[in-house]
């Protein structure tokens, strides 16, 4: 079974950029897809972006769209979050998983979720 890993989360000025890295420990399917979440205290976990492992291509919710940009490294069997304009709702552990069915945007579709890293952006 696959196994994640993130990091990169850190502290940030509002404004700033971030990138997050979810390292891949095991073989992905071609037809899967990854997944970025988040949550933020008190509120329920909200979809960020995936990408299907394969052909690349990248889903976003509207809440990050234009900002964020969702990427991956066949080679190093990594994903990444570039994280641009971050603004202090951006404020979440974000959280990386496995959709086994490739849909991407489904929440109940994904397993092999990682630890999290804290992403948190001041004022």
């Known amino acids: 079974q696959v196994q994640l890993v993130e990091s990169g989360g850190r502290l940030v000025q509002a404004g700033g950029s971030l990138r997050l890295s979810c390292a891949a420990s095991?073989?992905?399917?071609?037809?899967?897809?990854l997944g970025w979440f988040r949550q933020a205290p008190g509120k329920e976990r909200e979809f960020v972006a995936a990408?299907?492992?394969?052909?690349?291509?990248?889903y976003y919710g509207d809440s990050v769209k234009g900002r964020f940009t969702v990427s991956r490294d066949y080679d190093k069997n990594t994903m990444y979050l570039q994280m641009n304009s971050l603004k202090p709702e951006d404020t979440a552990v974000y959280y990386c998983?496995?959709?086994?069915?490739?849909?991407?945007?489904?929440?109940?579709?994904?397993?092999?979720w990682g630890q999290g890293a804290q992403v948190t952006v001041s004022s």
């Open positions: 095991g073989r992905i399917g071609g037809n899967h897809a």
């Open positions: 990408v299907t492992w394969s052909a690349g291509n990248t």
């Open positions: 998983a496995v959709d086994p069915t490739g849909w991407g945007t489904i929440e109940a579709d994904y397993i092999s």
